[in-house]
Nanobody, 124 residues
């Protein structure tokens, strides 16, 4: 089973950019679609973006389309989330996970191997 570790979060001003990384260990990384999710205080974990195992198909939540880009480098066992034009409402802990179960791609229950998350805080 693949395990994932997120990094790259931080405190930035609105309009800035960040790139998050999701590094995998164990399992065969290139077999898995990977999803990014986020969870703000007092809210449920929500889908942000997903990339298929080959890296040629992506999905995004409407709120991040045109601002966020998900990509992967299977040679480095890493998935990235480039976040541009950040807004205060993007503030959350960001998690990545491997799609493991047969549920819709935006359902957190479809995923396993969750990392500890990385905090993103966007000030206005």
């Amino acid at each position: 089973q693949v395990q994932l570790v997120e990094s790259g979060g931080g405190l930035v001003q609105a309009g800035a950019s960040l790139r998050l990384s999701c590094a995998a260990s164990g399992g065969t990384f290139s077999n898995y679609a990977i999803g990014w999710f986020r969870q703000a205080p007092g809210k449920e974990r929500e889908f942000v973006a997903r990339i298929n195992s080959g890296g040629d198909t992506t999905y995004y939540h409407d709120s991040v389309k045109g601002r966020f880009t998900i990509s992967r480098d299977n040679a480095k066992n890493t998935v990235y989330l480039q976040m541009n034009s950040l807004k205060p409402e993007d503030t959350a802990v960001y998690y990545c996970a491997a799609r493991t179960y047969t549920r819709t791609y935006y359902d957190p229950r479809a995923y396993a191997g969750w990392g500890q998350g990385t905090q993103v805080t966007v000030s206005s």
